[in-house]
Nanobody, 120 residues
Framework: VQLQASGGGLVQAGGSLRLSCVASRRTFNTLAVGWFRQAPGKEREFVAAISWAGYSTLYADSVKGRFSISRDNAKNTAYLQMTSLNPGDTAIYYC??????????????WGQGTLVTVSS
């Protein structure tokens, strides 16, 4: 499965962005999806995850209440809606997919990343 992340860009603090992750194969609808991010000079960190059917979601404490993960299996696409953005959210955002769902999953499939820059 190949994943293509998009939707990043430059936004002012307090603004919103929606990231998309499009999968190349129909089997996407059997996979859990996760979003991760990596800020300059920092390690990659978990942001959010959603189960294959979309009934269960997980969020990092740092984004709870501000970010929302969703998916549309008919479109082989997952989304990350980001609101109330702050400069600390600046990072390259990656989507990933795996047959397993839950904390600590080692994702098998990764997209190429999309840059989100939040100006103060």
């Amino acid at each position: 499965v190949q994943l293509q992340a998009s939707g990043g860009g430059l936004v002012q603090a307090g603004g919103s962005l929606r990231l998309s992750c499009v999968a190349s194969r129909r089997t996407f609808n059997t996979l859990a999806v996760g979003w991760f991010r990596q800020a300059p000079g920092k390690e990659r960190e978990f942001v959010a995850a959603i189960s294959w059917a979309g009934y269960s979601t997980l969020y990092a404490d740092s984004v709870k209440g501000r970010f929302s993960i969703s998916r549309d299996n008919a479109k082989n696409t997952a989304y990350l809606q980001m609101t109330s953005l702050n400069p600390g959210d600046t990072a390259i955002y990656y989507c990933a997919a795996d047959r397993n769902y839950g904390p600590g999953v080692h994702y098998d499939y990764w997209g190429q990343g999309t840059l989100v820059t939040v100006s103060s």
